[in-house]
């Protein structure tokens, strides 16, 4: 047998090294691609090593790969100015009706902007379905922007649509686990359910220390691990796995579902434009599906509008040409642990 060899590349790229020991973090204490010495994140090196190595997933009927989707919550009212602004726009048209209509809803200080019924017919319409990270907050928290308990009926609406709800953990949680119990609790109590998922917001992350209270507050598996600042593969996998602790020398018992396209990191921040951004994607897409992977696609409800919406669904019907399974992060887990497909860290340790 081959000796753990765990100073090669591969497996420092797979257990994120670099983010170990006190390395320098973002305004959001994030560590984000820029600092990073692995500088091809469009290959996913490390799943390419573990099939080169034997690695085999298979997934429901025969499907090639899949797509995982998933939304996250940050906000479901309309700013108020935003109101106004109609109200402008329909006196200029000189439409007092339209204005007449606008008016009243000013009484109310929330002026509802969801949109889940529209987004899951969407991903219906191409045989998907999709996960929903909802914030769990208290008034006075860190970006609160809604009471998770006025939410209940659509959040009903999204799971009679077989889509999933997970936590959308606050700005304090991924390193606070008192707090992270207090969210997870109260979104279980809103739902009278169990929560088995979790997103951080900002995508706040501390390796291992996130995976380490995931773990204790009872999460399944987390779908947080993506650059905010780049897209791709952040420790190289495409395949959902189980990180190794290099404070313990463990494996941690909690699935880890990397996240590889947020809307705002393709559409804005790494400033491509749409031809660009497409590209960027097909390229992700077909790379995932070469090594019979997870692709996980993050698309605020923020974002279902325009031009971006119109790019969420491209990316729908692409990959339903392709045949990939294009489910939630529930199932994907699930199928993981029923066929027990995280792969081995021994291959990896013993890479050259
Ligand atoms: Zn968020």
Do not use: C, V
């Given at each position: 047998m081959n000796l753990p060899k765990q100073d090669s590349e591969i497996w420092e790229l797979f257990t994120r090294?670099?983010?170990?020991?006190?390395c320098s973090h973002d305004q959001y204490d994030r560590f984000p691609y820029y600092r990073s010495r692995h500088r091809d994140i469009s290959i996913p090196r490390v799943s390419q090593v573990l099939i080169e190595g034997g690695y085999h997933c298979e997934y429901p009927e025969a499907q090639p790969f899949a797509i995982c989707l998933t939304h996250d919550i940050d906000r479901v009212y309309k700013p108020f100015h935003s109101k106004g602004l109609e109200i402008v726009t329909a006196l200029k048209d000189r439409d007092l009706a339209r204005a007449g209509r606008i008016v009243?809803?000013?009484?109310?200080k929330k002026l509802p902007a969801w949109n889940f019924n529209e987004v899951i017919a969407l991903e219906e319409s191409y045989g998907a379905c999709s996960s929903f990270y909802f914030l769990a907050l208290?008034?006075?928290?860190?970006?609160?922007?809604?009471?998770?308990?006025?939410?209940e009926q659509e959040m009903g609406t999204i799971l009679d649509g077989g889509c999933e709800i997970g936590l959308h953990g606050g700005c304090e949680a991924y390193h606070d686990l008192e707090q992270l119990r207090r969210e997870k609790q109260h979104l279980e109590k809103v739902l009278n359910q169990t929560v088995s998922g979790y997103r951080s917001h900002f995508l706040k992350f501390r390796i291992p220390d996130t995976w380490e209270l995931l773990e204790q507050a009872g999460f399944r598996y987390d779908t947080t691990l993506g650059y905010p600042d780049c897209v791709g593969f952040r420790n190289g996998m495409c395949h959902p796995f189980r990180p190794f602790n290099m404070n313990t020398g463990q494996e941690m018992n909690i699935l880890e579902i990397p996240l590889a396209i947020m809307d705002q990191t393709l559409l804005s921040y790494m400033r491509l434009n749409t031809e660009q951004a497409w590209a960027q994607t097909e390229r992700l897409i077909d790379a995932v599906e070469r090594h019979n992977g997870v692709l996980t696609i993050l698309w605020h409800?923020?974002?279902?509008?325009?031009e971006s919406l119109r790019f969420y669904r491209k990316i729908l019907k692409y990959g339903h040409e392709k045949g990939?399974?294009?489910?939630n992060c529930r199932e994907i887990e699930a199928w993981w642990q029923k066929n027990r497909m995280w792969p081995p860290h021994e291959s990896l340790m013993a890479c050259p």
């Open positions: 090294k670099e983010e170990y020991n006190g009243p809803q000013l009484r109310s208290e008034e006075g928290d860190r970006s609160y922007a809604y009471a998770i308990e006025d939410l409800n923020t974002f279902m509008t325009g990939a399974w294009m489910t």
